[in-house]
């Protein structure tokens, strides 16, 4: 009996570190005061920053036991980091930055904070950086003088935690409740993850997870780092979704011939369809187009005057918050991608003109000389934050000219992406899909299209560039490689298809009779599945 639950639980172990995910809490234990707010490691023990007990304290990271402490440098210890020697803690009180002896507590050197509101405390080999949450600012400054080096937006509104990790910066944020993975050099937001708790003040790293501290919950959270789980499922929504596309016949002629594809939305990383879809009249058949999309097919003849044709489908799905999680050294080469992803998601056409100067100077500028695939598509996506608004004008014109132009649609946007990756030899494409408005119980007559991007070791990755037209670098990154739980997917496409054309959702082919006025409806009801 003992040898099977043995086996058991190392069964479920197994699952656990098959199934665990960035973020995800490892350990726990209590901190040893009531406010806690820096931490640090030191190659072997984690320290942490008490402001009420103006302690800083030496802790064992396997089971949370105190081993020793010392006094803080002043009255109000907050950021604390290591930097192979002593230790740095930033005083929130008295605006300075001290060097300190983890043995003795003695005041090695004391430096000017480079802000106001100095909160978390990292080194990287050479400099320090803080957070700054007056001025919502990471700064990296001279352990010297206190000079600043460089200076840029935090990832939100309330930057608390920080550390390095030999490569990137980790940032909590406290409103959002959430940890960043961050570009030391272009302060770009890579990777967003949950933090453990409500309040995680300070952060640190321990050469393979990173550890944070909570100041509401009080305790001290080991967090999973890199587990070669691509992406985490949250928030899932059941849902009936009812598609009803309506052609309307006003006349005084007949429709000769009426062609209607609903396309078939599939099982993805963000939503499971449940049973059959159900189609209202039957469909006569379906048809797969040069790009694998599905659509079921209803022909009708001979549509008379003042006559109103109803194509519908209902679909049960269950659709899911995914965010993956990219770390850009761990994504494969351009020459890695399969040759037969690139055969057909490299294709050009009359929407992208891959070869338009517009666009080679585009690609030439932001691009450079990049060869990582991550950076080329987060290059790409940083450039139309940059260059372009979004608008809806009407129509969807082309790359060259939306991206000249600088505005554009959802779709005009995912054009421009789509041609500036396949320039730099990335394979993209599009998805289209009906989306939540508002309450769960929702009309959708609008709809949403995005991008995915190719890349090796991950897979394809959403990219939405109209959705990354945001002020914070968090919700910017939000919008690549993180899809809400509000969009049922209902199409994939490289660009023209012989079924679909350049729309997603619905498509129609009609001949009629001379002077006949033809109207066209789609809408997509959400409801609700208890």
């Known amino acids: 009996m003992k040898k099977l639950f043995s086996v058991m639980m190392f069964v479920l172990f197994l699952f656990n570190m098959l199934w665990a995910y960035t973020g995800e809490v490892v350990k726990e234990f209590d901190t040893p005061g009531s406010c806690p707010t820096g931490l640090a490691f030191d190659g072997k023990n ?76 990292a080194w990287d080999g050479k400099y320090l950086w803080c957070t700054d949450d007056i001025a919502d600012k990471i700064i990296q400054f001279s352990p010297d003088d206190g000079t600043t080096i460089r200076e840029f937006k935090a ?81 899932d929504r059941r849902a009936t979704v009812t598609m009803t596309h309506q052609v309307k016949n006003f006349g005084p002629g007949k429709i000769k011939t009426l062609d209607v594809h609903l396309a078939i939305p599939q099982n993805r990383d963000t939503q499971d369809i449940h049973g059959e879809i159900r189609y209202q009249p039957a469909y006569t058949r379906i048809v797969t187009d040069k790009w694998g999309q599905k659509t079921a097919l209803f022909t009708t003849k001979n549509l008379k005057p003042q006559t109103i044709q109803n194509m519908i489908s209902v679909v049960e799905a269950t659709i899911y918050e995914t965010r993956y999680f990219i770390f850009p050294d761990e994504v494969g080469s351009l020459d890695e991608i399969p040759k037969e992803i690139k055969a057909v998601y490299l294709e050009d056409n009359e929407k992208y003109q891959i070869n338009h100067p517009v666009i080679r100077d585009a690609v030439s500028k932001c691009v450079g000389d990049e060869q990582n695939p991550f950076w080329i598509a987060r290059k790409i996506f940083n450039h139309l934050i940059e260059n372009l608004y979004y608008e809806r004008v009407g129509g969807w014109n082309t790359a060259p000219t939306v991206l000249a132009r600088g505005n554009g649609s959802c779709s005009e946007y995912t ?61 910017q990154a939000n919008y690549f490689g993180h899809l809400a739980n509000r969009f049922l997917i209902t199409t994939e496409s490289g660009g023209g298809s012989e079924t679909m054309g350049w729309t997603y959702n619905s498509n129609e082919f009609w001949t009629s009779e001379p002077q006949t006025k033809v109207e066209i409806e789609t809408i997509a009801e959400w409801e609700t599945v208890k």
């Not at 002043?74 to 980091?81: D, I, S």
């Open 46 to 121: 984690l320290w942490l920053a008490d402001r009420k007990a103006d302690k800083l304290f030496c802790i064992d990271p396997k089971n949370g036991r105190v081993l020793r402490y010392i006094d803080s440098p002043a009255y109000w210890p907050m950021g604390l980091c290591w930097d192979s020697e002593a230790l740095w803690n930033a005083d929130w009180k008295e605006g300075k930055i001290y060097r300190v002896d983890p043995k003795t507590g003695t005041i090695l050197k004391t430096v000017e904070s480079p802000g106001r509101s100095p909160r978390g405390l």
């Open 155 to 235: 990832p939100a509104k309330d930057p608390r935690g920080l550390c390095f990790d030999g490569k990137y910066l980790w940032v909590s944020d406290r409103i959002k409740d959430e940890i960043y993975m961050v570009d030391p050099e272009s302060g770009c937001v890579v990777l967003i993850t949950e933090a453990p708790s409500p309040f995680t003040r300070g952060l640190a790293f321990d050469g393979d997870n990173i550890w944070a501290v909570d100041y509401q919950t009080d305790k001290i959270y080991q967090l999973k780092l890199k587990d070669g789980q691509k992406f985490v499922r949250t928030n």
């Open 415 to 475: 054009f421009v992406y789509i041609a500036m990756c396949r320039a730099a030899g990335l394979p993209a494409r599009y998805v289209g899909s009906v989306v939540v408005r508002g309450d769960d119980a929702s009309m959708d007559d609008v709809f949403h299209r995005w991008a995915e991007v190719y890349l090796p070791n991950y897979g394809w990755i959403p990219v939405d560039p109209s959705g990354g037209d945001n002020d914070l670098p968090r919700d």
